[in-house]
């Protein structure tokens, strides 16, 4: 399936884009950051990132569909 | 209204004329963070989810407080020294509630808005600000991996989210390292330091459980680090393949919370004891020979290692493993019991052996508790106090608050039939009994205000609690360690005062 998968703050530095479209099979939105991690080693382990598809934050279990929109939550430091 | 801007920060405006008691929040750009000098800050937001997030949590301010206006604005793209990065602005009949709702929401904010900031240093050099601290909320109460411990009242989901949030450094990857290692990541700690200078020998396999025949000749940091980050992938594992020595030791140690010894060299043990004192960081020592050894806990302000011995024995006078011998099973066991004391401080669970050193012969499993006591005039007795670590999953609540509560609540009991009747007062108005398996919330919770679930450890009434909160019943709290924690002795809280009978 395809997804869209967006980078923010130090993992967009890392990962070099802010945003690739990915071919995957069936998968959770957390085995997808593992397995992108496995590829790229980003800075973050996966406890320290949180995950939104389409807009809304999911569990890691979360199952991923084909058009969804996965974005990668690095710790945040607003205010 | 929340807003996120580009521009400098105008703040709002209450357009009605009612309102009176208005109190505002603003966040500046400081030119000092963690002892590093910057130049200026540059924010990014994910602005979609910000802004709906940012709005979401107002209006969740609004109703938890009871506040006539609410408004706040986070600015984004670069600032310099002394400019405004969020500005928020709370009205309500009281002021009390002003002041809380603005302490709310920054503290909210922070954790929940997918807002980052990178600092740009004098050196020219630049970071993200990784808060090491995982966001309120995230789902550890939902995750099956810990559930377990958190179905402990001693540990609780407060008591996990401590253990997320703590960093604890190990020096040295050895028996007792190997030991500690996997059973701190396992109990959720967040994040692990190990020091080891050394390369994997043979004779080290029989007793250093986390390598295998085909590491020989490598980095035991590395190593121990890739081992402990496949096994448990909630634990971020930084790997140092230096010895700590005085140039290093302070650098190291002050980026972490809990200093876990696993040397077997007198100058190390020492070394770590002088700067655990000077720079307030929590101790857990073990030391064993062939098949004994003791381990304690030396706390900030002692007793600690100096208060025994003045001055470090020199290397030589007592066997190393290599020279006495040791089976694998000695350091495995004073391990588990360094990793357990760390568990201790980090989630204030029992009574760590701050003021005793446990000695254990494995031969006749003789054990005893030897009393330390502090030496007056040593160098431990001018260290900065120490306090564990806070956690602020402010919907878990403990009795003590509750009965502080001003506004008026009812409880909601979640056992079953078949669970004790026994209720206790916090001077709520009502006490119903809705067993979890026949709990609808929407038809429980409407018009109930303020609302405390109890069941009987506190495990249940979290998980509810958690749950109900991200469907957006924000009224809704939960009784830490339930019926049962008030019937019992409340956990110590130690300090040098407490400990200093």
């Known amino acids: 399936m395809t997804l869209t998968v967006r980078y923010f703050a130090s993992l967009r530095d890392h990962r070099g884009v802010s945003q690739e479209t990915l071919e995957t099979p069936p998968t959770s939105v957390l085995q997808l950051y593992l397995s992108l991690n496995e590829k790229h080693q980003f800075p973050l382990s996966p406890a320290q990132v949180r995950y939104v598809v389409n807009g809304a934050y999911v569990d890691p279990s979360e199952t991923l569909q084909s058009g969804d929109e996965v974005v990668f939550i690095p710790p945040v430091a607003g205010g | ?501």
């Open chain 2, 1 to 501: 209204m929340f807003q996120i801007t580009h521009e400098p920060i105008i703040p709002a405006e209450p357009d009605d004329p009612t309102v009176g008691g208005i109190v505002t929040f603003e966040g500046r750009v400081r030119n000092l963070n963690e002892g590093r000098a910057v130049l200026a800050l540059e924010y990014e937001a994910f602005q979609e989810m910000a802004a709906t997030e940012g709005t979401s949590l107002l209006k969740e301010a609004k109703l938890k407080f009871g506040l006539d206006w609410v408004a706040a604005t986070h600015r984004i793209g670069r600032l310099e020294i002394g400019e405004t990065a969020v500005w928020i602005g709370c009205g309500s009949p009281h002021r009390k509630e002003a002041f809380l709702a603005c302490e709310f929401i920054i503290d909210e904010l922070k954790h929940r808005l997918p807002i980052w900031k990178r600092e740009h240093y004098q050196d020219g050099s630049s970071d993200w600000v990784n808060l090491h601290r995982s966001p309120i909320g995230a789902k550890i109460v939902q995750s099956d991996v810990f559930a377990r411990q958190i179905a402990m009242p001693e540990i609780g989901p407060g008591g996990q989210l401590a253990l997320q949030n703590a960093r604890v450094l190990v020096v040295g990857a050895g028996g007792l390292a190997n030991s500690a290692l996997p059973y701190l990541a396992g109990a959720g700690v967040g994040l692990i330091g190990i020091v080891e200078p050394e390369l994997l020998e043979p004779s080290n396999l029989h007793r250093q459980v986390l390598f295998g025949h085909n590491d020989v000749g490598r980095s035991k940091a590395q190593l121990a680090a890739a081992s402990i980050r496949r096994l448990h992938p909630f634990t971020q594992v930084e790997a140092m393949e230096v010895r700590l020595h005085l140039g290093n030791a302070e650098g190291i140690v002050s980026r972490y919370d809990v200093v876990v010894d696993g040397t077997d060299r007198f100058d190390a043990k020492f070394l770590m004891n002088d700067v655990c004192q000077r720079l307030g960081r929590p101790l857990v020592q073990a030391s064993i020979h062939r098949l004994d050894g003791f381990v304690q806990t030396i706390l900030p302000g002692g007793p600690c290692l100096r208060c025994q011995w003045e001055n470090p024995p020199l290397d030589g006078c007592v066997n190393t493993c290599e020279e006495a011998g040791v089976l694998g099973v000695v350091p495995g066991f004073f391990g588990i019991l360094q990793a357990t004391e760390t568990i201790k401080l980090i989630t204030g669970m029992g009574e760590p052996l701050s003021r005793h050193q446990l000695l254990a012969d494995l031969r006749d499993f003789f054990c005893q508790r030897i009393a330390r006591n502090p030496k007056p005039g040593c160098i431990c007795s001018e260290a900065p106090g120490w306090h564990p670590i806070q956690t602020t999953l402010y919907w878990e609540v403990t009795a003590e608050a509750v009965r502080a509560w001003t506004r008026p609540f009812t409880c909601i009991d979640l056992r079953e039939e078949d669970e004790s009747r026994q209720k206790i007062q916090l001077g709520q108005r009502e006490w119903r009994r809705v067993p979890l398996s026949t709990f609808q919330p929407e038809q429980e919770l409407e018009d109930l205000g303020d609302v405390l679930l109890v069941c009987a450890t506190g495990g249940r009434s979290a998980r509810m609690t958690s749950h109900l909160r991200e469907q957006g019943f924000h009224q809704v709290f939960s009784l830490k360690g339930g019926v049962r924690g008030c019937n019992t002795v409340p956990q110590k809280q130690w300090t040098k005062e407490t400990l200093g009978d």
